[in-house]
């Protein structure tokens, strides 16, 4: 079946290094990859998105990269801030006949300290 | 524009007692996903629902657990007798017609003791 696998568990990182959380995936479709992020007591929120026409999806300083070669969409910033603790979880959607359940990896903890 | 509530926030239970959680998705969204998040560990599908009807229930385990969504908006899911497994976060989500983006609630956090 279909499956997200997040390599590490825990990434600790100082303020202003760079970040890459990996992120690989199985399906037996082309799937959609998502990038959520869960802070502390709140729900997970979308960060990124993979797009159709292998466009890179950016936000708040993040980005990620599909390439269905190696079946990988990692996680990527140039420089942490502190304000970027929190879970991450990747995800994928094979969006087959409309909308789709979500498959989670087992998550990311990321910590960004001064 | 109002996102995704639930309601309760926190239970905490006895083994073999019963709750319901509620969930009031996105308006227009017809799309309504119920996931369990055990801690330290990724959200996984119980049920969805496209309108009122259940598309994908075989996560849901059938012999404690029930979802409806009578009029294809608001959503119920109960736990009938609880178990210490049974502890996590519930989460709903919501998404447009055919869309893949998916929209999170806060969660119930269920600790049954």
């Known amino acids: 079946g279909d499956s997200v696998t997040q390599t590490e568990g825990l990434v600790t990182l100082t303020e202003g290094l760079p970040v890459m959380l990996n992120c690989t995936y199985q399906s037996t479709y082309s799937p959609f990859l998502f990038w959520y992020v869960q802070h502390l007591n709140e729900a997970p929120k979308l960060l990124l998105k993979?797009?159709?026409?292998?466009k890179r999806p950016e936000h708040q300083g993040f980005h990620a990269t599909l390439h269905k070669s190696s079946s990988s969409f990692h996680l990527q910033k140039s420089s942490a801030q502190l304000s970027d603790s929190a879970l991450y979880y990747c995800a994928l959607s094979e969006n087959q006949g409309g909308s789709a359940k979500l498959i989670f990896g087992e998550g990311t903890k990321l910590t960004v300290s001064s | 524009e109002a996102g995704v509530t639930q309601s309760p926030r926190y239970a905490v239970l006895q083994e073999g007692q019963a709750v319901s959680f509620w969930c009031d998705p996105i308006?227009?969204?017809?799309?309504l996903y119920w996931y369990q998040q055990p801690r330290d560990q990724g959200p996984q599908l119980l049920v969805y629902f496209r309108d009122e009807a259940v598309i994908d229930n075989s996560q849901l385990p059938s012999d404690r657990f029930s979802a409806v969504r009578p009029k294809g908006t608001n959503s119920t899911l109960k736990i009938q007798s609880a178990k210490q497994g049974d502890t996590a976060t519930y989460l709903c989500?919501?998404?447009?017609?055919?869309?893949?983006?998916?929209?999170f609630g806060p969660g119930t956090r269920l600790t049954v003791l």
């Open positions: 989500a919501s998404s447009f017609p055919l869309g893949v983006e998916q929209y």
């Open positions: 993979s797009f159709t026409d292998n």
């Open positions: 308006s227009g969204h017809d799309t």
